[in-house]
């Protein structure tokens, strides 16, 4: 266990040597970012040094606006870096609620400053000497403050609870279809939005006549120039979620225990029920008449659901960007389970036409870029990771806290067992045991707290280790990362990717059965028939088919050029030149040959003439730029200065 160096805080002796103290101060609220919250904080801290010699503020530390039931937050962390400098060696907050605002959270701040070299004190509360008294002292401290949040939370739900019960709206943005009458004001309701109402007739309508699916309502929707709430254009998932809302239901639902779009739903208790509340049924002004609502649902239940798609993780999202200049964002298309990356103005009002481009086309070639980069760098300089090191050494400092705590619960323990059996003759040993008793318990609560900590740091060190093993070595491979772990490395190295041809479109499709059977067999593409080849091959076909088959206008010397051209370009049968005959009675003619095994034959024919070239399928993806920018360290804080690099041009 770290027992730190705090003196008492009546210690002014003049000799004593100067301590250097941070402030650290936290508001969770924006109202409260800017009025008194921050600087009433810094006033108390402020006297409470004052009363202190030897104590020196070496800086100021806050999060404003930021949640206490986090323990990562952008100050915190500038401070925690601070402390690891040897900059500070107290840190001095109004009150322990200031840290966070759950026991977790308290113990977790409490804990990352003491393993980066300080102790916390408080203003407003003695902590007391390290040992088993600050361990008891911040435990009960915590405790009250998570009550007292859970109040307020309490509080909160028991009033939204019953303006609900009295038909007002509780909160949030309205239901499609509806605004909010008296917004700010106590005893806000829901009124009719006009221009939104009359979405929803018309979205009614279009289910009602029945023919149609999702994607073709919001289609004409969108052919119609209308728009969502947001100003963008409808799609099947938005669509479906507006369907489910109270305009198409008749009324809302405050406190749904069902899962809802997106898998969020209220807080339940132990035995299923909500916690802080029963459903309660609001009702709205109707927008559709009684029948037309049952008609709707009736419908709605024959319409086609869109399919749930997942997001996954995309590493490139925003590091894409298009001719039209916006960055690219992932997009899974569930009509064929393909992860592919869209321009993010594909969905204005106006689409930019921007390709859309295969997850597994752009990700390979990104990768090699990256893995070459990381390559050119010495293995010191690569990010991510002087990480490991870090978070190993603060998962060896708590692993060691968490073994303290278990040895002193232990104690406790046998202290216990022994005492038991002489309470009953003695209320001073009763009393001594029912203190004991108490501290057991209060022990057991930061040992959970610490052992959740623990596995915790074990997941990030695992993490660290993964990417130690990855970018540590001499030919580092960035596909072997998870994907959340790709896009942090593709952020720190600066990674944008250009897409060069504007032309490109996405051709969809299969590859043709003769391509498929050069790439399956690697026999190349040979050489066009020169006059003796072609006389062996005519030769062939004249004894494997009947006359009628060269009684076609079609040239098959040159149609079997244009076939060979064909395969070694990559073109699509509509772009065959005409001096190659119709492409249409080529492409058949050459399945004809290759179906009958005759094509085998034939290219064995030419092949020996000298070799051939490689089949080229048609392009899958446009020409890439991909450069990088500024390197920087991601825990260290280490700038690794700029690398000119060049712009990699991949076709």
């Not at 870090?390 to 998962?395: C, M």
């Not at 203190?435 to 022990?443: G, H, K, V």
């Not at 060979?564 to 003619?589: C, N, S």
Request: hydrophobic share 40%; glycine share 8%.
């Amino acid at each position: 266990m770290q027992q730190g160096t705090v003196p008492c805080a009546e210690d002014k002796s003049s000799d004593s040597k100067p301590i250097a103290v941070a402030a650290y101060m936290r508001v969770s609220t924006a109202e409260q970012r800017g009025k008194y919250g921050i600087p009433a904080q810094a006033d108390a801290i402020e006297v409470f040094l004052e009363k202190r010699a030897t104590w020196r503020l070496a800086g100021s530390w806050e999060d404003a606006g930021e949640s206490g039931s986090t323990d990562s937050r952008p100050g915190l962390d500038q401070l925690l870096r601070e402390i690891s400098a040897g900059r500070a060696d107290v840190v001095v907050v109004h009150s322990l609620d200031r840290l966070g605002r759950t026991e977790a959270a308290i113990w977790r701040c409490i804990w990352q400053i003491q393993d980066a070299g300080a102790e916390v004190e408080c203003c407003n509360e003695v902590l007391g000497e390290p040992g088993l008294d600050r361990w008891l002292t911040i435990d009960r401290l915590a405790r009250s403050v998570e009550t007292d949040y859970l109040r307020i939370v309490a509080r909160t739900q028991a009033g939204r609870q019953l303006k609900a019960v009295d038909g007002g709206w509780p909160g949030g943005p309205a239901p499609y279809g509806y605004r909010i009458s008296g917004k700010g004001v106590f005893g806000s309701t829901l009124a009719v939005d006009p221009a939104e109402a009359a979405v929803v007739r018309l979205v009614a309508d279009l289910v009602i006549e029945g023919g149609r699916t999702v994607t073709d309502i919001a289609g004409e929707l969108n052919r119609r120039g209308i728009l969502t709430r947001s100003g963008k254009r409808w799609t099947p998932t938005n669509l479906h979620r507006r369907l489910k809302s109270a305009a198409f239901l008749g009324a809302v639902v405050f406190r749904r225990s069902d899962k809802q779009w997106g898998g969020h739903c209220t807080r339940l208790d132990g035995s299923g029920r909500p916690l802080y509340g029963e459903s309660v049924v609001i009702p709205l002004p109707p927008i559709l008449s009684a029948d037309r609502t049952r008609a709707l649902q009736q419908a709605l239940a024959e319409l086609a659901r869109p399919r749930r798609i997942p997001l996954g993780e995309y590493p490139l999202t925003g590091r894409i960007h298009g001719p039209c200049g916006r960055p690219y964002v992932g997009c899974f298309r569930s009509g064929d389970a393909v992860r592919t990356y869209r321009c993010s103005g594909w969905q204005a009002t106006v689409s930019c036409g921007c390709v859309f481009l295969r997850a597994d086309h752009v990700e390979p070639q990104v990768a090699q870029h990256v893995n070459a980069l990381l390559a050119s760098m010495p293995p010191h300089a690569r990010p991510m990771l002087p990480a490991a090191s870090e978070t190993q050494r603060r998962l060896d400092l708590h692993a060691e806290r968490v073994r303290f705590l278990e040895r002193l619960a232990a104690q406790c323990a046998e202290e216990l067992e022994g005492l038991r059996c002489q309470a009953q003759n003695s209320r001073v040993v009763a009393a001594a045991l029912r203190q004991l008793d108490a501290d057991q318990r209060a022990l057991e609560r930061v040992l959970a707290h610490a052992r959740d900590w623990r596995a915790e740091l074990e997941a990030r060190v695992l993490r660290d280790v993964r990417l130690t093993d990855v970018l540590g070595a001499a030919a580092p491979d960035s596909q072997a990362l998870l994907p959340s772990e790709q896009r942090s490395l593709i952020g720190q190295l600066q990674v944008r990717v250009d897409i060069v041809d504007a032309e490109f479109r996405y051709r969809e499709g299969t590859k043709c059965s003769a391509a498929q059977w050069h790439e399956r067999t690697g026999v190349p593409v040979p050489a066009d028939p020169t006059d003796s080849s072609w006389a062996r091959v005519d030769g062939l076909l004249r004894s494997r088919y009947r006359p009628h088959h060269f009684r076609s206008p079609l040239d098959l010397r040159a149609a079997l050029t244009g076939m060979l051209h064909r395969l070694r370009t990559g073109i699509l049968w509509r772009d065959l030149p005409e001096r190659f005959g119709a492409a249409g009675k080529v492409r058949l003619r050459q399945r004809t040959w290759l179906a009958d095994g005759v094509w085998a034959e034939i290219v064995e024919i030419l092949s020996e003439e000298g070799e051939g070239t490689p089949v080229l399928s048609h392009a899958t993806a446009p020409a890439l730029s991909i450069c990088s920018g500024r390197i920087a360290g991601t825990q260290s804080g280490i700038s690794l200065g700029d690398r000119a690099v060049n712009p990699v041009r991949i076709s």
